[in-house]
T-cell receptor
Framework: EPEVTQTPSHQVTQMGQEVILRCVPI?????FYWYRQILGQKVEFLVS????????KSEIFDDQFSVERPDGSNFTLKIRSTKLEDSAMYFC?????????????FGSGTRLTVV | SQQGEEDPQALSIQEGENATMNCSYK?????LQWYRQNSGRGLVHLIL?????REKHSGRLRVTLDTSKKSSSLLITASRAADTASYFC???????????FGSGTRLQVQP
């Protein structure tokens, strides 16, 4: 079964540092997403990406965040200057453009800890 | 309540019993999906029900959707200890291709 792959699985970073979270979505999917889940809270939408551009973003996704699809396979989330409150599990997801049957496919997540 | 609120927040049952979780939402939706999350792990898609469907089955899972009440329920029959996890409903709202998640139900199945 195709998978969404995320790396690293864990990352610890100093406050103020830049981090890049990486994802390899399913190859024939066209919509890509980043979600985050602060410990004990609900999963929150950050951004969606389609046709090489951001199609939608939430109010969480401010100027500190950016996404990129540098090649045909990778999809990255960059946080320019991390804050303590950025500590969360970050999930990448993808979905097909065709009639949705099986839901979105999520990666296993990157646990980001900002110290 | 907020978009995609699950009820109950936590549920503890014995193996073999049925588990029912409810979800309410506020918007107009294309579909509603249920996901499972084991502690600290990723989200696994369980089942999707479209806005024009009322009931759907997949193995031991049964999902209902009442768009007039903006609510859905997930029934897990003959539960197993391995079903212990958090369960989230998520809506794909009309005009959007993104998910809005509920706060989840933590299910504990005692062996």
């Amino acid at each position: 079964e195709p998978e969404v792959t995320q790396t690293p699985s864990h990352q610890v970073t100093q406050m103020g540092q830049e981090v890049i979270l990486r994802c390899v979505p399913i190859s024939n999917h066209l919509y890509f997403y980043w979600y985050r889940q602060i410990l004990g809270q609900k999963v929150e939408f950050l951004v969606s990406f389609y046709n090489n551009e951001i199609s939608e973003k939430s109010e969480i996704f401010d100027d500190q965040f950016s996404v990129e699809r540098p090649d045909g396979s990778n999809f990255t989330l960059k946080i320019r200057s991390t804050k303590l409150e950025d500590s969360a599990m970050y999930f990448c997801a993808s979905r097909t453009d065709r009639g949705l049957r099986g839901g979105y496919t999520f990666g296993s997540g990157t646990r980001l800890t900002v110290v | 309540s907020q978009q995609g609120e699950e009820d109950p927040q936590a549920l503890s049952i014995q193996e073999g019993e049925n588990a029912t979780m409810n979800c309410s939402y506020k918007t107009s939706i294309n579909n509603l999906q249920w996901y499972r999350q084991n502690s600290g792990r990723g989200l696994v898609h369980l089942i999707l029900i479209r806005s024009n469907e009322r009931e759907k089955h997949s193995g031991r899972l049964r999902v209902t959707l009442d768009t007039s009440k903006k609510s859905s329920s997930l029934l897990i029959t003959a539960s197993r200890a391995a079903d212990t996890a958090s369960y989230f409903c998520a809506t794909e709202d009309t005009g959007r291709r993104a998910l809005t998640f509920g706060s989840g139900t933590r299910l504990q199945v005692q062996p």
